[in-house]
Each structure stands twice: as structure tokens, then as C-alpha cells.
């Protein structure tokens, strides 16, 4: 897609700092990120969302993500991660390429990703 930041980022038309390539998937640093080594993978072809990815391009993202995620944790103080996804308008999506976020997380950092109101 022409005008999608994430397509000019896997085509080398827009910056990003890279941590990972492959012939059909990239991951880069989110900037900025939630956590210090937050992490966005996504696919180097142009899907909306895990709605519309073809299945053999997911698993290629999915195992980058669990590589990377593996790669982190143990790491600068890193314990965990937080794997991220917000599919569609009414989830939160905000860009319209697929991406996955790994968010590093670290004992006592304060980052509270789930609301508990009404639970």
C-alpha cells in the first residue's frame, strides 16, 4: 500500500531502527515505545490485520515474535513480555498493517497493561 508507514518501512522508504529482516518479515523498534526494546514485527507485504493475513505469512510473523521474545528475556533486566495485537477500528488499531507488539517488561516497572474495572 502506497501511503502505509509500516509498507515504506519494509521497503527501506522510511526510517526505522531494524532488529530483524527476512524475505517476508521485519522487525523494528517502536518509537516510542512503551517499554526500553519495545519491539514491532510485521509482515513485509501489506494485511490490515490477522483478519485478513494469509496463515503461512502469520506463522512466519508469530515465530519471529516468539525468537525475538526468547532473544529479550533475560536480557537488561528483562523477566517477561507482553505480546500485543489490536485487530480492527473498535480494537484500538491505530496503523492498518499488521503488527504485533513485544513489549519487554521487568520486575516492578510499573506498566500495567490490563484493566481490571468491573472484573
Excluded at 515504506?8 to 529482516?21: D, H, L, N, T, W
Excluded at 523494528?28 to 485478513?52: N, W
Excluded at 523477566?79 to 504485533?100: E, P, R
Amino acid at each position: 500500500m502506497k501511503d502505509c508507514i509500516f509498507c515504506k518501512i519494509a521497503r527501506g522508504q522510511a526510517p526505522a531502527s531494524v532488529v530483524f529482516e527476512s524475505d517476508s518479515v521485519i522487525a523494528f523498534e517502536a518509537a516510542p515505545g512503551v517499554t526500553s526494546g519495545h519491539t514491532l514485527v510485521i509482515p513485509k507485504r501489506h494485511f490490515e490485520s490477522v483478519l485478513d493475513v494469509d496463515p503461512d505469512i502469520f506463522k512466519e510473523v508469530m515465530s519471529v515474535v516468539q525468537t525475538l521474545s526468547q532473544k529479550k528475556v533475560g536480557k537488561d533486566g528483562v523477566t517477561a513480555v507482553n505480546i500485543l495485537n489490536a485487530s480492527g477500528k473498535d480494537a484500538q488499531q491505530s496503523i492498518f498493517h499488521l503488527h504485533v507488539h513485544i513489549i519487554p517488561r521487568r520486575k516492578d516497572d510499573g506498566l500495567d497493561m490490563w484493566i481490571r474495572e468491573g472484573l
